[in-house]
């Protein structure tokens, strides 16, 4: 058995305890401290929640990468090297996690958050992980450095944000992130530091979305809150950009490895560019809540939270097979995004009639 394999498992264990033992503190201190998130018309959950899960995302991962590296250096296959990308993204990552411990508790403006976020999303740029090839979307290939520097900032906002605000049900956004961290660390296997760190916060997830999912059966459901969506999401963006670069891409082809960005991340940010749409068209401030989301959707057709949850994963999955069949069948990938972007359409288009019928 391949040697980082031990790393790789002690990435996952490590993480997965941390969280495991830190999540019941967590839960309690928010009790002690009476912080709750509060139930209102626009949210689904009826009762306080514990909102402040997501704190212990970062401290697992750290936990988990650390242990991975050691192990690895005892197995003789050496410590991971970090790079400047590294440095960027824990940086950067870092004032995201902290915009969204104060804004979980003490509230903050959306558009202040989202200015804090555009300084975070700068800093990844800087260290050239930047988008100048778009592989043949909208028909273009090589960018200009500055035209790709604006696009890469806006690819990471839109993630960020879409992880945060598809954070409406439980499990949905911690469900995903396994699924997309999960595939990230089997795509990007062959750099051990950033497939450990992916499969640290997965281990750090599977917990997390036990506790959120079920935990109302022992009293020990919590929500992420924002500090776990926003950093989810920030890391989420770096992995989608970092596989794009040589010599991390697991794939010779560019534009097969931009199909398989844009396919883990599809959900959640066709999710989010139509709901600022929407919002845009009847008149409301891009950044003012509503339910308009998937998941809302889906509960106004008649399904249950566990019923939506279920959907939309395997809607997921299901856009994750299309796309791989379709690109063993030759179809070009603009035309692939296409054909996305039209089934999810059409479902959210079937699923407002049924849910105004129901009215």
Known sequence: MNSIFYAFAASYLSAALVTLVGLPLIIKACRYFDYFDMPNERKVHRKPVPRLGGL?????????????????????????????????????????????????????KASHKFVIQTIAALILPLCNLVITDLNGIFGLHQIPF??????????ILTI??????IDGIDGLSSGLCILILLAYAVLLRGNPAIASLDLAI??????FWCFNVFGKIGGLKIFMGDAGSLFLGYVCAYMSIKSLMRPIAPVDCGEEQMLISITL??????????????????GH??????KTHIHHILMNAGLSMHGALACILTLF???CGINY???????PMPLIVLTDTAIYALICGVLLLMGKSDN
């Open 160 to 165: 960020v944000n879409a992880i945060n605000l």
């Open 202 to 207: 997965v281990g750090s997830l599977v917990v």
């Open 265 to 282: 991340l599809l959900i959640p940010v066709l999710d989010v560019i139509r709901v600022a749409v929407q919002r845009r068209l009847t």
């Open 325 to 331: 069949a379709l690109w063993q069948c030759h179809f």
């Open 285 to 290: 401030g891009i950044f003012e809540p509503d």
């Open 317 to 319: 999955l299901l856009i």
């Open 56 to 108: 212990i995302f970062m401290p697992a991962a750290v936990v988990g990468l650390a242990v991975a590296s050691w192990v690895s250096k005892m197995m003789g296959t050496g410590e991971f090297v970090f790079g400047v990308s590294t440095v960027a993204m824990t940086v950067g990552g870092l004032i995201i996690y902290l915009i969204g411990v104060f804004d979980d508790r003490y509230g903050m």
């Open 146 to 155: 500055a035209v790709g520097y604006v696009l890469t900032v806006i690819a």
